[in-house]
């Protein structure tokens, strides 16, 4: 415990042994103390009716000759609070601040903190970190709260077992590799951490995810997928000339290596890789991250029922609905800080379910990105700085979101934006989004709308004749998004018969 409860306790015989003193500043300016007491709910009243000892007490032991103030809190910690306050304190260790995201908080059953460092990082935190952490915790609620540090080899993150990992990893041994392009069967490939400028015949390796096929403007078709190590991802597209397809949901979540050429964009630190060649394989160190279970209760974000008027009639009397829109499907969108999954941070997501061909149920939610909002970002969204502040997390939300998309198929327009947010929130955080399928409209509008020119949202909308009431929120892009998608899934399906 720190000196003051330690000396208000010794003075008082225990009278205070029940309330916690984690914080105590001086405002020079108005030369007043402010007293920060955490306590049970229980105690409130106690400590009210004491705040005259307690405030003699204060100024005796610190010597203060001004005016006391108290800020009193009986408030148990719940997962997001205690999360905060952990990653409050972390971010003063700046050697210890590349571990932030594997920073995890429950409170059932007891309350705990749970943290992952890499061996290196832990020898370092061993003495003082650590210590000063577990005195931050003790002084700072009235309950015990258990704190759980886990040393691994290669940084890892996660909640609830389900880890993924931060690979280090330059390069991957290779074994048991079944060629699908081509005759690819190399015994080493680059991890895509290594992958940071332009290259040629280049073979890298990660885990498939999000295969969307593709049909351009002018008819020919190609293939658009992620590979990801964990904590990286990089887009991959493939031409097939008239060949099979690799966008194929057989090949999810497995991993394999790929032969190609890279183009790397420095500005959004994204690479593209086009592919020559593919193969199946076992990569030494590098494995799916396995599936949490569905949470049993939305904890942070509820989703809403979704009524429009409208919906009744869309596939009543003549108007079959469609085999496509067969199952569940979320759509969603991010509004973010910037364009780069490596350094920006979501600020909004917003999402709408599609179930037996309806809208029936919107998620959303601001999103503090614990950073500044650019300027043109904010004149182009609408989302300030001051609206984010103090909003959940994104590892707080996604938990919610998992619950949401559990057993659906997600949907985008220009997927290859949002999904690696997705993708690379969840890895770091436990929620493996990676089995999902994936559709994109900008995928389907050359299909469903013949001729049409740019395939942004607002174009696509155009053409179907629908309105985007409030562009680049992300709720309201989603709920477009939606729309579009039914709507080309029924142009498709007409056309068909």
Not at 54 to 60: A, D, R, T, V
Not at 65 to 78: A, C, K, L, Q, Y
Not at 275 to 291: F, H
Not at 419 to 435: I, M, Q, T, Y
Request: hydrophobic letters at 40%; proline letters at 6%; charged letters at 20%.
């Amino acid at each position: 415990m720190n000196e003051i409860y330690n000396k208000i306790n010794e003075k008082t015989e225990g009278k205070y042994a029940n309330i916690r003193f984690p914080k105590i500043t001086f405002d020079r300016k108005t030369k007043i103390a402010m007293v920060t007491i955490v306590c049970d709910q229980t105690n409130v009243g106690f400590v009210k009716s004491n705040l005259g000892e307690l405030g003699s007490l204060i100024k005796e032991i610190c010597g203060f000759n001004t005016n006391v103030v108290f800020d009193i809190s009986g408030e148990p910690p719940t997962p997001a609070s205690l999360r905060a306050a952990v990653v409050g304190f972390t971010e003063k260790f700046s050697y210890v601040s590349s571990m932030l995201h594997t920073v995890f908080a429950e409170v059932e059953p007891v309350p705990c903190v749970r943290l992952k460092m890499h061996t290196t990082m832990y020898d370092l935190a061993k003495d003082d970190y650590i210590p000063r952490l577990k005195e931050f915790l003790l002084n700072s609620y009235v309950c015990d709260v258990k704190l759980d540090v886990r040393v691994v080899e290669y940084a890892q993150s996660g909640t609830m077992g389900s880890a993924g990992t931060v690979s280090t990893k330059t390069e991957y041994k290779l074994s048991n590799l079944v060629p699908i392009l081509g005759a690819l069967n190399p015994t080493t490939a680059k991890a895509i951490s290594a992958v940071t400028e332009r290259a040629y015949n280049v073979t890298v390796c990660g885990i498939f995810v999000m295969p969307v096929p593709f049909v351009s403007k002018g008819g020919s078709s190609y293939d658009k997928f992620l590979l990801y190590d964990g904590d990286n991802t990089i887009q991959c597209v493939y031409r097939p000339n008239g060949g099979p397809s690799l966008a194929k949901p057989e090949y999810i979540n497995k991993t394999v290596c790929i032969l190609g050429n890279v183009e790397y964009d420095g500005m959004r630190q994204e690479a593209i890789l086009s592919v020559r060649e593919m193969a199946l394989c076992t990569a030494e160190d590098l494995s799916v991250i396995p599936l949490a279970p569905c949470p049993k209760d939305y904890a942070v974000v509820r989703p809403q029922s979704y009524e429009v008027f409208v919906q009744s009639s869309m596939f009543d009397g003549d108007v079959q609905m469609p085999p496509t829109l067969d199952g569940d499907f979320v759509v969603f969108d991010f509004e973010t800080t910037g364009l780069s999954v490596l350094s920006d941070r979501p600020t909004e997501l917003g999402a709408v379910k599609i179930s037996g061909g309806k809208l029936t149920e919107s998620f959303s939610t601001l999103i503090d990105p614990r950073r500044e909002i650019p300027p043109e970002v904010v004149e182009k969204t609408g989302i300030t700085n001051e609206m984010v502040k103090g909003q959940p997390l994104f590892e707080d939300v996604l938990p919610d979101f998992y619950k949401f998309t559990y057993g659906c198929s997600v949907v985008c327009h220009n997927i290859a934006f949002d999904f690696p947010f997705l993708l690379r929130g969840g890895n770091r955080s436990g929620w493996a989004f990676g089995d999902r399928r994936t559709f994109d409209t900008m995928a389907i509008a050359p299909l469903a709308l013949p001729g049409i020119g740019r395939l942004t949202l607002d174009k696509v909308l155009e053409g179907l004749g629908l309105v985007n009431d409030n562009a680049h929120r992300a709720t309201s892009d989603a709920e477009a998004t939606a729309k579009a998608f039914i709507a080309m899934q029924r142009k498709l399906n007409q056309a068909k018969n």
